[in-house]
């Protein structure tokens, strides 16, 4: 079955203390792996599209890579703006148009 | 004014009760689609449409229903709500999905007693 998990569930950091979040996947025939961010009452906003292993993407203090099982999304010296829930989801060549999203990893950084 | 736009954003209801979700978009997308999130399992999409004479089930269909009155318009029923449909419902659009880009509005908070 695929399958998309994050972790850890919750992340508190202090400010400028980098860290990363895990998304790991099982799917057959990877088509496109991405990250959104999603704020409290908000909706999910679009970060990075990675579509093959080794492929790296960076937007300011965020970025995201992917190997055949696993993405990650670096977070260099946050700031308590980047407190978030971030989402990923996969597109597997069997889905359609269909995604496949994690249940996401909450992280608060701390002033 | 928000690009897509969902009404309304907080609906009490009992069970039984029929009820629509609205969505409305000015991104001048072709692709809508409507989205169910619940705490720990992730966002799941319920119905999918391309345009407006196409319309497809996504993985969670039962008990729920769309129609796509316009290009900027898709709307969500639940023709007789039960209390397991309580949850967060959001409307996105995409002009290419293969980029994974897709434009979400802000939430439709539904509760079912």
């Known amino acids: ?3 998309v998990t994050q972790s850890p569930e919750a992340l508190r950091l ?3 203390e980098s860290s990363s979040l895990n998304c790991s996947y099982t799917v057959s025939g990877l088509r496109g792996l991405f990250w959104y961010r999603q704020d409290p009452g908000k909706g999910p906003e679009f970060l990075f599209t990675l579509y093959s292993a080794g492929e790296e993407k960076e937007k300011e203090r965020l970025k995201a890579t992917l190997t055949k099982k696993e993405s ?3 977070i260099t010296a946050p700031k308590p703006e980047d407190s978030a829930t971030y989402l990923c989801a996969v597109q597997a060549r069997n889905y359609g148009q269909n995604f496949v999203f994690g249940p996401g990893t909450r992280l ?3 002033p | 004014d928000a690009d897509v736009t969902q009404t309304p954003r907080n609906r009490i209801t009992k069970t039984g009760k029929r009820i629509m979700l ?3 978009q000015t991104k001048g997308h072709d692709r809508m689609y409507w989205y169910r999130q619940d705490p720990g399992l992730g966002l799941r999409l319920i119905y ?4 407006v004479k196409d319309i497809n089930k996504g993985e969670i269909s039962d008990g729920y229903s769309v129609s796509r009155q316009a290009q900027a318009k ?3 029923s639940l023709e007789s709500a039960i209390p397991n449909q309580t949850a967060l419902y959001f409307c996105a659009t995409s002009a290419y999905l293969d980029t994974g880009e897709l434009f979400f509005g802000e939430g439709s908070r539904l509760t079912v007693l």
């Not at chain 2, 999918?48 to 345009?51: K, Q, T, V």
């Open chain 1, 14 to 16: 202090q400010e400028g």
């Open chain 2, 74 to 76: 898709f709307s969500l």
């Open chain 2, 22 to 24: 609205e969505c409305s």
């Open chain 2, 48 to 51: 999918y449409s391309f345009d």
């Open chain 1, 108 to 110: 608060s950084v701390l």
């Open chain 1, 1 to 3: 079955e695929d399958q």
């Open chain 1, 72 to 74: 990650f999304l670096h």
